[in-house]
C-alpha cells in the first residue's frame, strides 16, 4: 500500500502505536522490530485490544483484512510522517544538542502553550521512531510544533530534518558525547550541524546563542536570532540567583527594558536553556508575562535535575544521562553550592568508545578539586582507576548497595549524575 492511500485510514485512526501492551481502541498498531522482539507477532494481540489496523512486514502473520502488509514497517511510518509533514503549513522548531535539549524543549513548550496550540515531542522519543510518531501525533488543531533530535551516528540529524521539515532550528551546544557513534568529536560537530544546514538551505530560521563561538562559527553568515549575555544578544540574560533555584534577569534590545524570571531549574548552565525559550516566545508574540508564566511553571522531573528530600538527607538527582560536559557541569554547580557535608555519587558514562578510559579519569580528577567530603564512584570505567586514587570505587551497583546498607549516610547534601543504563534511581531507597 503507498504512503497516500493508506493517509486516508491514518486520518480516521489519527491515534498511532508500536507497543501492543498500550493499544488503544481505534488506534493502529505498527509491529517495529527490536534487538530482542519483533512487533509482528503481537499483532493479532493488538488487534484483540481494539486497534484498527495493524501494519506488518511478515505474511506469516495476516489472517484478515485488518492487517496491512507492507515491505518495512519502520520505513512505512516514516514515510507516513513525512507525508503528513506535507500536509502541515506550521512552524516546526527542530531542537538539538548534546545537553540540555530536552529541557529547553519542555520550557519552550511551555511558554509557547501560554498562547497557542503547542506540541511537543513527548519525552525524548527524539529518534528515527519518535520523530515521526511526534508528527502523527499533530491535528488540525496544532499551531507549533516542536521536535527533539537525538542522534548517535553521523548523518541522522540530516535524516530526522528530511522527516520532520523543521522550519527553525536550534542547537543547545555541541560536546562529547556519543563518541563511541560519531567516531570523533568532530563528528559530532558534522551531525549536529546537519541541523544548520538544513535551516540555512531551505531559508528557514536559526536561533543562535551569541556566547557560544562553536555555534556561532557554525552558522557562518546566516541571519540568526541571538541570545546570550552578551549585550550584542536579541535576548540578553544573567543569573541573578544560582542557589537552589535559579533566577535570571533579562532585557531585549530596548532600553531599560529588565524581566525577572524565578525558574525550578537548578545550576547556571540552565541559563542558556531559559533564555533560548525567552527568545522562541519572543519570536512568536508572547507578552512578558506569558513566558514568565511559562518558564515559571515548568517543574523538571523524570530525573532531570530534582531536588529530593529523602528522611535523612537532601539529593540533587540528575541522573537520567550522562557524558563528559554534563558531568562536568553538574559537578561544578554542586560544588558551587558550598553545601555542608556535600558527597558525589557518580555513574559510569557510556558510549564514549575508545575515549572512555581518558573522560572518565578526566571526571575523577575534577572531583579531586571540588571540596566533596565523599566520592562514590560506580561502574567498571570507573572502578578502573580504583587502585590509583583514594575515593571509594564500586564494580558495579550492587556493591554499592551493599555499602550504602553498612555504611548509611546522614545529614548529607548528595550529588547524583550518571549516565541512564546505569539505573542510579535504585540508589534513591538507600538514602
Known sequence: MKSEDFYKIYLQYPQICTDSRKVQPGCLYFSLKGDHFDGNFFAADALAKGSAYAIVDDLSVVADHR?????????????IASFHRSKLSIPVIGLTGTNGKTTTKELIHSVLKQKYKAVATSGNLNNHIGVPITLLSTDPTTEILIVEMGANHPGEIAFLCNIAKPTIGLITNIGKAHLEGFGSFEGVIQTKNELYTWIK????KLFVNEDDQLLKKLVEDYPCFTYGTSKLADICGL??????????RWKTREPDDFNNIHSHLTGGYNLYNILAAISIGTH???????????????VPDNMR????????NVLFFDAYNANPSSMALAIDHFASLSLPHSVAILGDMFELGSHSADEHLKIIQRTDQSGFEKVLFAGQQFYQFAPDFQHLFFENLNNL?????????????VLIKGSRGMQLEQLVGYL
Open 67 to 79: 492487517y496491512i502488509l507492507v515491505p518495512d514497517v519502520l520505513g512505512f511510518l516514516q514515510d
Open 239 to 248: 543569573a541573578a540567583n544560582q542557589e537552589r533555584y535559579l533566577s535570571i
Open 401 to 413: 548497595k551493599d555499602y550504602l546498607v553498612q555504611n548509611q549516610l546522614k545529614g548529607s547534601n
Open 284 to 298: 512568536f508574540g508572547l507578552s512578558k508575562d506569558q513566558i514568565r508564566s511559562g518558564i515559571e511553571s515548568y
Open 305 to 312: 535535575s530534582q531536588w529530593i528530600q529523602t528522611r535523612d
Open 201 to 204: 538551505h531551505n531559508e528557514g
